[in-house]
């Protein structure tokens, strides 16, 4: 009986963290579609040829406007850097797109408030800052020429089909193109390729995170987070947060649910955003790294990754006590909250119909073959002559 009101106290943990953020995810998942169906793939490997200001700035954009799956940034990153972009400059957008994306911020904002997501946001761009300088000083011509190398075969990661995709509809005025039937037809399929690329992330955040609240006591992070040494543990947090993210395997979003429960158990708060920013140094898209541009150039990203990420955390935590607005630690009361009839439940009910709506598009115009060919490896779908145009 124990176990099973143990495991059903978890579930109900998750269910309810999942229930506030639903409509934040799907607000979030509808932007980014709708900007990755007005914005083309080739125009943006084009824009990021040259490793210089502009380019990082451009970068930076594009992620940030991009699909906010790790496994779909990864594939996209190689795809453009194959079509012409920079190394450093798709590495750039990778990172842009897993940490600067609108769902992210909005689940943020929701769970744990506005200090977090604008640590997020002052806190990524100063990780892609730290990054291009590393990249400028250490990366060598010699290590890009065997990624190249490596790239160009063309082994299969995860969510391929996603790289390769480009359904943008491109011609006519901005309004028109935004509100015609192609582009809801574009809209529908991107929304649904990302909650397909990343609900596995997202379920297995949330049954984490349920679990962790439920069943590890406040005592253990506490000792762990060494939140008796204020001044040991503000360097403590943004070192043991990417650690912490890398072992849990999550992606992207699904981090989320799993910082409000360290933030509970008393992780600072530089360690917070340093954990966030650590979904593209998990062990799976470690691997994936390693498949596309060799064993030296993953080991190469997981190293600047995790420098620039822990010195972003500690970073953004000293200039928010400087400015006296990192919050006190609270309680994410969210976690202990129940689904009740509130503005969130209302929230939630709209755009489950505008899913619906959405469901509907996606289904009745072949959205079933093209998760099909999202997962096969990109190669045959090449031979196919099948990059989205095919509608």
């Known amino acids: 009986m124990f176990v099973l009101e143990q495991v059903g ?8 963290m999942f229930w506030e953020v639903l409509w934040p995810l799907a607000l979030g998942f509808l932007l980014s579609a709708v900007v990755q169906s007005v914005v083309s793939r080739q125009a943006v490997a084009g824009a990021l040829g040259r490793f210089d200001l502009r380019g990082v700035a451009l970068a930076c954009g594009f992620g940030a406007a ?3 799956c790790s496994y779909a940034a ?3 990153a190689r795809a453009l850097f194959r079509k012409g972009a920079s190394f450093a400059n798709a590495v750039i957008f ?4 897993t940490n600067l994306v609108f769902e992210l911020g909005l689940v943020l904002l929701v769970l744990l408030g506005w200090q977090f997501l604008a640590a997020e946001l002052a806190g990524g761009l100063l990780m892609v800052a730290i990054l291009a300088v590393i990249f400028k000083w250490t990366l ?6 065997q990624a190249r190398e490596q790239a160009e075969k063309g082994l299969a990661g995860r969510m391929e089909g996603h790289g390769e995709m480009d359904m943008s509809v491109t011609e006519g005025p901005f309004l028109r193109r935004l509100f015609s039937p192609k582009a809801l037809t574009s809209i529908a399929h991107y929304f649904y390729m990302d909650v397909a690329s990343l609900w596995q992330d997202l379920l297995l955040g949330f049954l984490i995170a349920g679990a962790l609240a439920a069943w590890v006591p406040e005592r253990f992070w506490q000792a762990f987070f060494l939140t008796d040494h204020p001044v040991l543990a503000q360097v403590w947090g943004p070192l043991v947060g990417p650690v912490t993210s890398m072992i849990s395997f999550v992606c992207s979003v699904g981090n989320v ?4 429960v360290l933030w509970n158990g008393g992780i600072s708060f530089g360690g917070v955003i340093s954990f966030i920013f650590a979904d593209l140094i998990i062990l799976p898209i470690v691997n994936i790294h390693r498949r596309y541009y060799g064993g030296r150039m993953s080991l190469y990203l997981l190293s600047v990754s995790y420098v620039a990420m822990a010195l972003a955390g500690l970073l953004v935590e000293l200039a928010f006590q400087a400015l006296g607005i990192v919050p006190r630690h609270f309680r994410v009361t969210v976690l202990e909250s129940r689904p009740e009839w509130n503005y969130t439940t209302f ?15 996606f289904l009745t115009t072949g959205g079933r073959d093209m998760l099909r060919m999202m997962s ?3 190669q045959r779908h090449a031979m196919e002559g099948g990059h989205g145009h095919h509608h």
Do not use: G, H, K, Y
């Open 74 to 76: 990864v594939a996209v």
């Open 347 to 361: 929230l939630d009910i709209a755009f489950l119909t505008l899913m619906a709506v959405l469901a509907w598009r």
């Open 94 to 97: 990778e990172f842009a797109s």
């Open 140 to 145: 060598r011509r010699r290590m890009v020429e």
């Open 257 to 260: 649910p799993l910082a409000a």
């Open 66 to 68: 991009s699909s906010s």
């Open 9 to 16: 106290r978890a579930l109900l943990l998750s269910f309810s």
């Open 376 to 378: 096969a490896p990109p």
